[in-house]
């Protein structure tokens, strides 16, 4: 009987692509493992192992660093008046203090010991590493609350005032007469204040003819022409009406013409400072009178940050994370000793109890 052939069907085209595919997964494991055996070096097999080959690879490690805490500080502000951009976005976020608290705080130490402490530093150089302090404290304070048991808000806060009131008298240099007043730097002082402070209230009048005929009333002869008693006399008169105006006038005509109480206060010391050399007076300060001495608004701010120091130092001790306050080249030789009086302290003392008729210099820290 004859065998009856059966024909084979052909491959479908899905056969023929997975058999292809297949074909070409295996030529491709074929030369990698070619390219493999290539890149290894051949061994002999009486050729013993060495140990870096029998080990298991290490895995890379990253080394942790710890920065230093002053490379994460604010930097230093470049002016005066971005400064006060800072502080004052500062001190936004935190409560004012009431007028207790901040009496509370002035007890703490004396005119005499701050007056001696700012005479070693310059203005522009307190405020300017104050406000990066500020910055850093402020940041510190809202995220780490074990630093708000060492350094309390209210202190800061106390800190932004008196930081404030430096920046408003850094902004403006006045042409503050030296130890060694007289009659002609008084003069000139004053004449500085009058005549910024009119030009404040000139643009602030206008041509309005009720604003203008109350300055010249107020301003009185030509500035040129006044000296002495008319230049006190005048400055009082126009002191007595920019704080009327500032009472009353539209915020935003204020504002453009830039007429501040600061200016008004200018002029009343001026004319003060002027009245004294004229009466013969020493208008140097008096022992047991600072508010005008030199050096005390800066020594306000240098010892609270003395204060924020050594309480924030106190936190780092407790938790590493927490950021150091590291005083600048220009304070660091005020800020880096202990906050105890020093001799560095002492001496300043001294030259002030000179201008002041004391006897004992370490007497000034009780006034």
């Known amino acids: 009987m004859a065998t009856r052939k059966t024909k084979t069907p052909a491959p479908t085209s899905n056969a023929r692509s997975r058999a292809g595919a297949h074909a070409h997964a295996s030529t491709a494991r074929v030369k990698a493992d070619r390219g493999d055996a290539a890149r290894v070096k051949p061994r002999r097999s009486a050729e013993p192992m060495t140990i870096s080959e029998t080990a298991k690879p290490k895995a890379r490690t990253r080394v942790k660093t710890h920065a230093d805490p002053a490379s994460h500080a604010a930097p230093l502000p470049a002016d005066a008046a971005q400064a006060s951009r800072v502080v004052e976005r500062i001190r936004a976020r935190w409560p004012s203090l009431t007028p207790a608290e901040r009496d509370a705080f002035d007890g703490l130490s004396s005119d005499g010991r701050r007056a001696a402490l700012g005479a070693r530093c310059k203005p522009r150089d307190v405020a300017l590493d104050a406000a990066r302090w500020a910055w850093s404290i402020d940041r510190q304070l809202h995220e780490l609350a074990l630093l708000r048991e060492h350094y309390h808000p209210k202190r800061f806060a106390y800190f932004l005032e008196r930081l404030a009131a430096l920046l408003r008298v850094v902004e403006t240099p006045k042409p503050l007469p030296s130890r060694a007043w007289t009659k002609t730097s008084v003069e000139d002082w004053a004449r500085g204040a009058h005549r910024r402070l009119l030009l404040a209230m000139e643009r602030f009048a206008g041509a ?56 008004v206060a200018d002029a009343s010391a001026s004319a003060g400072a002027l009245a004294a050399t004229i009466d013969g007076a020493d208008v140097g300060p008096k022992s047991g009178a600072w508010a005008d001495a030199p050096g005390l608004r800066e020594g306000w701010v240098l010892e609270e940050m003395l204060r924020a120091r050594d309480d924030i130092a106190a936190a780092h001790e407790e938790f590493a994370g927490i950021e150091l306050l590291v005083p600048s080249p220009a304070l660091r030789r005020v800020l880096s000793g202990p906050t105890r009086p020093d001799a560095g302290l002492l001496a300043g003392l001294g030259e002030m109890s000179e201008a002041n008729g004391v006897a004992d210099p370490s007497s000034l820290l009780e006034h």
């Open 208 to 263: 309005r003819p009720a604003e203008v005929e109350q300055l010249s009333q107020a301003c009185g002869s030509s500035i040129a022409r006044i000296d002495g008693e008319g230049l006190i006399d005048s400055l009082g008169r126009l002191s007595v009406l920019a704080k009327s105006w500032m009472q009353v006038g539209e915020p935003v005509l204020l504002e453009a013409a830039l007429l501040v109480p600061r200016l």
